[in-house]
């Protein structure tokens, strides 16, 4: 497939690029600052464009089947976090202009603001707190999607990373703010940046989370 990766230099785009790569696909690495980009292959095209212009972003679109999104927004205690919706308005935009009609992105577990409470109490009382600025405008971004019934998005929603390479765990799936385990407890904190990008790129050739987001773990 022809795909396009926003957010292709950050840890978890990194793994998308790369996995996407072996897999044959075509990538259009769609990037803020050309000299980042330290892989070479034919397959790979690595172009400039401001993630918060529909305009700039159109034209790297075109032809392209799917768009995977790895964008991250710094957490901020002094204003509000407003990268995850202005982005994906313009993402949004641009895909409608270059027909473009599939995208797969990335959010976090607890986006909602009531569904940390089954979780432990430093995860609840000291994590979500510190990154409550930018789970609340993931959140944000999420409820902008539901809007979205022309473009078949998914929402992909990940626990904490860790930067470790894709591995043939089980990835085990939840249509909620995290995963279960049997006592309705998380299922797990954290998982290897490589296997999100391994299920994000599962998702190409599968329809099982259209227009949904899932929460991931691995087993």
Known sequence: MRIAVLGATGQ??????????????????????????????????VVEGDIFSADSLKSHLKGVDVLVSCLGFSASFFSSVTGYTHSMRAVIGAMREANVNRIITMTSWYTDPNSGTQSSYLI?????????????????????????DDINWTVVRPPGLKNLPSSALEILTHEGYFV?????????????RGDVARFMLSLLNNNAWVQKAVAITTK
Do not use: C
């Open 12 to 45: 978890t785009g990194q793994f998308v690029v790369n996995q996407a790569l072996q897999q044959g696909h075509a990538v259009t690495a769609v990037v803020r600052n050309l000299d980042k980009v330290t892989v070479r292959h034919d397959n790979l095209k």
């Open 124 to 148: 609840r009382f000291l994590l979500l707190p510190l990154i409550r600025s930018v789970l609340s405008n993931m959140w944000e971004m999420e409820e902008y999607l539901r809007q979205v």
């Open 180 to 192: 279960p385990d049997q006592d309705g407890h998380p299922a797990g904190s954290a998982m290897g």
